[in-house]
């Protein structure tokens, strides 16, 4: 196969894109994503918009890595890539504080549960508890969701300075359902709320049929670090029985979260 594939793209004249290896690769696993989470060679192509040649050696070199996985003709991110990933600051400090609370919420609300934290204008999912109730279209750990129109997204905007905000609601706002607000303002109207509430939501906004309820969680200087959420139909997650319950986990969080925050740091030097 890789015979063939070099040969095609001689035949093409397509050259090697000056890039290095490390370029290649992130543009690699740039290609991935919540909808694209095992791709073949002419999808991994058609993604990165790089030679045939070129992504086949790139995909073949990180495979062997245990950057990707591959799976007869089709490949996937690694596990070692979870592995790494799990080292992270974030993921150490922050999931070891909050997820007993994230475990008694799941426990009280039978529903999914997930810890997002903001990263540029996506907001990542870095835990995920699931619900008694099947939600594939719900973002797995280490994926992610919009900010503008998730429920964790606007928990922690509405906290936000306002450079952040304006950094994500000048971009474009694409219409997810016929519920997704996708104007600045009426955003914005959405945010100012969340402060004397202490809960953001969205409704049928990401996905018909499944509603959000976020609420934020604090670190030691009182500026938000993530925010934890509850999903789930509809009809099940309803700010009068679920807010409460996040509103509680989220400040038990940011109570654990800040007792541990000196330990920690002490434990990175």
């Avoid at 040969?7 to 543009?27: I, K, N, Q, V, Y």
């Avoid at 000048?170 to 997810?176: K, S, V």
Wanted: hydrophobic share 45%; proline share 6%; net charge neutral.
């Amino acid at each position: 196969m890789g015979d063939d594939t070099t040969r095609s793209d001689a035949e093409r004249g397509e050259r090697e894109t000056p890039m290095s290896g490390l370029e290649r690769a992130a543009t690699i696993f740039g290609a991935f994503d919540a909808t694209h989470r095992e791709l073949s060679l002419a999808g991994l192509v058609a993604r990165c918009g790089l030679p045939r040649s070129t992504v086949y050696r790139a995909a073949e070199r990180m495979a062997g890595l245990g950057w990707l996985d591959k799976f007869g003709t089709r490949y996937r991110i690694g596990s070692r890539l979870f592995e790494i990933a799990s080292l992270a600051p974030i993921r150490l400090q922050l999931r070891e504080a909050v997820l007993p609370f994230l475990h008694d919420l799941h426990n009280a609300t039978m529903t999914t549960v997930q810890l997002g934290v903001l990263e540029g204008d996506r907001i990542l999912v870095v835990e995920k508890i699931s619900g008694h109730r099947p939600m594939p279209m719900l973002s797995q750990t280490g994926g992610v969701v919009p900010v503008y129109c998730s429920a964790l997204g606007r928990a922690i905007l509405a906290y936000s300075d306002r450079e952040t905000v304006d950094a994500v609601l000048d971009a474009e706002l694409p219409q997810r359902t016929p519920r997704t607000l996708t104007t600045k303002t009426a955003i914005l109207r959405e945010l100012t709320a969340v402060p004397s509430r202490g809960w953001a939501t969205e409704r049928e906004e990401g996905n018909i049929g499944v509603s959000c309820i976020a609420a934020p969680i604090f670190g030691p200087l009182g500026e938000v670090v993530a925010a934890v959420s509850v999903s789930g139909p509809s009809a099940a997650v309803r700010a009068d029985r679920i807010a409460p319950a996040v509103c509680m986990a989220a400040a038990a969080s940011s109570r654990a979260y800040f007792a541990a925050a000196p330990r920690m740091d002490s434990a990175l030097r």
